[in-house]
Nanobody, 119 residues
Framework: QVQVVESGGGLVQPGGSLRLSCAAS????????MAWYRQPPGKPRELVAA???????NYADSVKGRFTISRDNARRTVYLQMNSLKSEDTAAYYC?????????????WGQGTQVTVSS
């Protein structure tokens, strides 16, 4: 069984920073793309940033230059460094891992971590 667990959310003032972490565990043969999504209140879930197993990255236009995604393959962990936070970054942030297990390759989601940007 695969588990994906996020941490690091919280309340921060505009202009501040937060670092999210997400670790995948279980019987995994390979982890391909890892990504962060977010879902603001009353809106659909959207891609924030993604990183391939080789380190290639892509970002939503709204976070380019402010957010940085990185990963530690040995630790099966992906990070999201968020700087210059704005009120519109307020959302539940979800980690996604595309994983190959003993029986299938598929997407696994974490339970989400809340990020609130407010003064």
């Amino acid at each position: 069984q695969v588990q994906v667990v996020e941490s690091g959310g919280g309340l921060v003032q505009p202009g501040g920073s937060l670092r999210l972490s997400c670790a995948a565990s279980g019987i995994l043969f390979n982890i391909y793309t890892m990504a962060w999504y977010r879902q603001p209140p009353g809106k659909p879930r959207e891609l924030v940033a993604a990183i391939s197993s080789g380190g290639s990255t892509n970002y939503a236009d709204s976070v380019k230059g402010r957010f940085t995604i990185s990963r530690d393959n040995a630790r099966r962990t992906v990070y999201l460094q968020m700087n210059s936070l704005k009120s519109e970054d307020t959302a539940a942030y979800y980690c996604n891992a595309n994983v190959f297990t003993t029986t299938r390759r598929g997407d696994y989601w974490g339970q989400g971590t809340q990020v609130t940007v407010s003064s």
